[in-house]
């Protein structure tokens, strides 16, 4: 069974930085895309950032420029490197490991972390 585990979230102010760290494990398979969402309260989960088996990256509009995502493929691991962060960036923060390809992908997700902003 796949287990996806983030680390790194906490409380900063208006301005400050924080790193965020998804380690996969339990799979043999390859472990194709690797990326973060958010989902505050009463809001939809949306996209953040990904970064794919080759290193192409995804940015939703609202992080770019101030996050960066990057991928340690020897480990299995994604972080989230997070920049001029404002109260808007506050929510749960969750990993999501895309394992194989083609007509054989699974999801997995971590249970979140979670990233609060003071003003």
């Known amino acids: 069974q796949v287990q996806v585990v983030e680390s790194g979230g906490g409380l900063v102010q208006t301005g400050g930085s924080l790193r965020l760290t998804c380690v996969a494990s339990?799979?043999?398979?390859?472990?194709?895309?690797m990326g973060w969402y958010r989902q505050a309260p009463g809001k939809e989960r949306e996209l953040v950032a990904t970064?794919?088996?080759?290193?192409?990256?995804r940015y939703s509009d609202s992080v770019k420029g101030r996050f960066t995502v990057s991928r340690d493929y020897d480990k299995n691991t994604v972080y989230l490197q997070m920049n001029s962060l404002n109260p808007e960036d506050t929510s749960q923060y969750h990993c999501?490991?895309?394992?194989?390809?083609?007509?054989?992908?699974?999801?997995?997700w971590g249970q979140g972390t979670q990233v609060t902003v003071s003003s």
């Open positions: 999501k490991v895309v394992v194989g390809s083609g007509w054989s992908k699974h999801d997995y």
């Open positions: 339990g799979t043999a398979y390859l472990v194709n895309i």
């Open positions: 970064m794919d088996s080759a290193g192409t990256t």
